[in-house]
T-cell receptor, first 114, second 115 residues
Framework: NAGVTQTPKFQVLKTGQSMTLQCAQDMNHEYMSWYRQDPGMGLRLIHYSVGAGITDQGEVPNGYNVSRSTTEDFPLRLLSAAPSQTSVYFC?????????????FGQGTRLTVV | GENVEQHPSTLSVQEGDSAVIKCTYSDSASNYFPWYKQELGKRPQLIIDIRSNVGEKKDQRIAVTLNKTAKHFSLHITETQPEDSAVYFCAAPDDPLSNDYKLSFGAGTTVTVRA
């Protein structure tokens, strides 16, 4: 059981480039989400998904796209990278339901946009 | 949506002393309050959580207390050790009555335990 796996771990992009951050989980969790972590700002929700084919925006969605074609995978796409997107990105997953459950995080992707 | 405020932003304690981190939330319907620990360069991991039907929960040297009336909850670490040095995040559910609630996180507290 690998849990939540993110790739790559580090990435440097030039302004205007696009890329996809990969996230996969093997716990059969319906709920998956992407956060960005910036100093002094905690974890801010970018996008989330409650199941295959369903996605929605979080607190800071601009400049990012997501899709959910399978239960296991939830990639995050940066359309045209900007220096403001320099951050550490975390994917997380949990069971869905009103009985709130633990969120499991991936190991993070440190992205630098120059 | 839920607004979670966390204080202090940094905390330095002598090894063996206690550390307390406090969070306030805005949605009186919130019913679940987890705490995550993030060691340097690592992922956040759940260390303890509390549900709104209890006022306190303990797990060895860590405890969480909840005051629903005042809408605040706190993390207590006793007999601090160097391995307690990390960033700690509190969280609360946004729209807790929904199956698809989102977790709102506090800004984090950087705890440093001095030897």
């Amino acid at each position: 059981n690998a849990g939540v796996t993110q790739t790559p771990k580090f990435q440097v992009l030039k302004t205007g480039q696009s890329m996809t951050l990969q996230c996969a989980q093997d716990m059969n969790h319906e709920y998956m989400s992407w956060y960005r972590q910036d100093p002094g700002m905690g974890l801010r929700l970018i996008h989330y998904s409650v199941g295959a084919g369903i996605t929605d925006q979080g607190e800071v969605p601009n400049g990012y796209n997501v899709s959910r074609s399978t239960t296991e995978d939830f990639p995050l796409r940066l359309l045209s990278a900007a220096p403001s997107q320099t951050s550490v990105y975390f994917c997380a997953s949990r069971l869905r339901g009103r009985e709130v459950t633990e969120a499991f995080f991936g190991q993070g992707t440190r992205l630098t946009v120059v | 949506g839920e607004n979670v405020e966390q204080h202090p932003s940094t905390l330095s304690v002598q090894e063996g002393d206690s550390a307390v981190i406090k969070c306030t939330y805005s949605d009186s319907a919130s019913n679940y309050f987890p705490w995550y620990k993030q060691e340097l360069g690592k992922r956040p991991q759940l260390i303890i959580d509390i549900r709104s039907n209890v006022g306190e929960k303990k797990d060895q040297r860590i405890a969480v207390t909840l005051n629903k009336t005042a809408k605040h909850f706190s993390l207590h670490i006793t007999e601090t050790q160097p391995e307690d040095s990390a960033v700690y995040f509190c969280a609360a559910p946004d729209d807790p009555l929904s199956n698809d609630y989102k977790l709102s996180f506090g800004a984090g507290t950087t705890v440093t335990v001095r030897a």
